[in-house]
């Protein structure tokens, strides 16, 4: 087992190296932080003979396998973990031809919880889009199902993979961790035959992280690094300066600085220094439901309207969203010029999984769908330098643009997307309440080191909209607001069990007097009209 651990320090100005400090024990040496204010990633490389026996069975099943989970609680994303995904559970697979359809839904409901949706993975797993040929970074299929936390998986992987290891009160504390983490990914292809785990958390409390970390075994090692973002010169790639250690061979922290190209990026301001810590862009997002939702609710994308200028000429901004299959998108709806201008969109890019405009949720089969929206932005405003060039036109002159100024208008810059809600199947309650997953946000521009992005050793990929790019883009991502959850919530109507009992009967009645009244017309009222139009025909024979 390998392990590699990363600290990304928040602010570079309030971080020392004596904050750091290396045990050399001879029997167990140890890497300790003190109030070191960052954020974590805590990576595992194991291979399937380190793994309990079903697990590993499990794996083989798949040509690759990439597992991601993420929070609905919003977290800094301080380079290079930057990229996103929507709140939940997402998995990216790709089966090998032996494989039992009905292996994939049998793993799930065994491993995460037998409550998800799924009745087999042909049916169920929705068909991932490529649209550029020449990117192939992505699995066949796709599977997404809101989950909250990852308190049930945990507990069954501690018993599962915790219950057979040799240090079983580290494994269950490491298992534990997880389950607070920011966001999770496990990755799997039947080539490297090794599962890499990696957990990121946005930092732990106000005092920073205070771990102790104890190397496993005398010969093994763990690679730690503590480490800055700091400015580049280089707009495509990311540069780090910091400390790394390999605990268990050469036990001495040292200074280093290297860059590497990313594919993510967040959204910086420009920096007017190279010795100046990179800052954040200003730029935001939040979401919200339109009020009230009724069955047709109205997704909308709130940013400020001043700070959305392209980061470069090549820059579009998106949004990808994945919605439960009790949510959908009407894809017609989007192919009109003047519904997309009204609300702010440029194009639907890109539309997979539940689509059907009619099937009520629980004859859905899919678990979800994926949309790729292409948003508009605003046009910069041209003002007047001064009182002689807003009168140039009446002379004459041609607009001359060093007369004026480009300014961003200013206020709420509003994006609204059109959903639909599915009937969903009765309760015992007269609502349900259902998830409205955020939107990823992200500008999505062209990079000329594309081929070099797989050297980034940080890279995440296995998204679910990467492969709607081509392989010289790069993504930069726009932040949530912080203080708020990345989830909606919608209080559906359904069928109150509890109180549909005078439905059925009220509805036998009515079935029972239309049988009725159906009869008394073909056999009593007929069969009246019938004597009287004998009756006179007998008067006419007898006169």
């Known amino acids: ?39 974590k990633e805590h990576r595992l490389t194991l291979g399937l003979d380190e793994l309990p026996k079903e697990i590993s069975k499990l794996l083989q099943q798949w040509h690759e396998l990439h597992i991601r989970w993420a929070s609905d609680r919003p977290y800094a994303a301080i380079p290079p973990f930057t990229s996103r995904v929507s709140p939940g559970l997402h998995l990216f697979f790709t089966p090998l031809p032996s494989t039992p359809d009905d292996a994939f839904c049998a793993a799930l409901h065994s491993f995460v919880s037998p409550g998800l949706k799924c009745a087999s993975m042909g049916e169920t797993a929705i068909k991932m889009p490529v649209l550029s040929e020449r990117f192939r970074m992505s699995a066949s299929w796709q599977y997404y199902a809101y989950l909250e936390d990852m308190e049930a998986v945990g507990r069954l992987l501690r018993g599962k993979v915790c219950g057979e290891a040799e240090g079983k009160g580290a494994c269950e504390d490491w298992v534990r961790r997880v389950g607070e983490a920011s966001y999770v990914d496990v990755d799997y292809d039947t080539i490297s035959r090794t599962v890499v785990v990696t957990a990121v958390w946005d930092s732990d409390g106000e005092e920073g992280w205070n771990d102790t970390i104890l190397l496993p075994s005398p010969d093994a090692t763990v690679e730690i690094g503590v480490l800055n973002h ?37 959204l910086l301001l420009p920096s007017t220094s190279a010795s100046e810590p990179p800052t954040l862009h200003p730029l935001t997002y939040t979401t919200s439901l339109n009020q009230p939702t009724g069955l047709h609710p109205t997704l909308t994308l709130t940013l400020p309207a001043q700070h959305l200028t392209p980061p470069s000429r090549t820059c579009k901004l998106h949004a990808h969203l994945t919605l439960p299959s009790y949510l959908f998108i009407d894809k017609y709806q989007f192919t009109d010029p003047l519904f997309l ?59 001359d643009l060093a007369s004026y100024k480009e300014v961003m208008p200013t206020g709420d810059w509003n994006v609204s997307i059109s959903l639909h809600l599915r009937y969903l199947p009765a309760a015992t309650r007269s609502h349900e309440r259902v998830p409205v997953p955020w939107s990823v946000v992200f500008w999505a521009c062209r990079a000329d080191a594309g081929a070099q992005h797989p050297s980034n050793p940080f890279d995440r990929t296995h998204l679910g909209y990467e492969g709607l790019f081509g392989p010289k883009t790069r ?30 009967g009220g509805t036998v009645g009515v079935v029972v007097l239309a049988f009725l009244g159906l009869c ?21 024979k007898t006169q």
């Open 520 to 540: 008394w017309v073909l056999f009593g009222g007929n069969g009246n009209g019938r004597r009287r139009e004998e009756g006179k025909g007998q008067g006419k």
């Open 230 to 266: 700091e400015s580049n010169a280089d707009a495509e790639d990311i540069q780090f300066g910091g400390f790394l250690t390999v605990l268990g061979q050469d036990d001495r922290p040292k200074a280093t600085r290297f860059q590497t190209p990313t594919r993510h990026y967040p």
């Open 1 to 39: 087992m390998k392990q590699r651990i990363t600290y990304i320090v928040k602010n570079p100005e309030s971080f020392t190296p004596s904050q750091i400090s290396v045990q050399n024990d001879a029997q167990r040496p140890s890497f300790t932080l003190t109030n070191v204010d960052a954020v």
């Open 341 to 399: 201008a009204s609300h702010k969109l440029a194009s639907l890019r890109s539309l997979s999984g539940a689509t059907d405009l009619e099937a009520p949720d629980w004859v859905v089969q899919q678990c979800a769908s994926a949309a790729l929206f292409e948003l508009v932005v605003p046009e910069p405003e041209r003002i007047p330098l001064g009182p002689i060039a807003s009168r140039l036109p009446e002379y004459g002159y041609v607009d």
């Open 475 to 504: 993504f930069m991502h726009v932040e949530p607001s912080n203080g708020t959850h990345m989830v909606e919530w919608i209080d559906v109507p359904v069928l109150d069990t509890r109180r549909a009992g005078w439905v059925e």
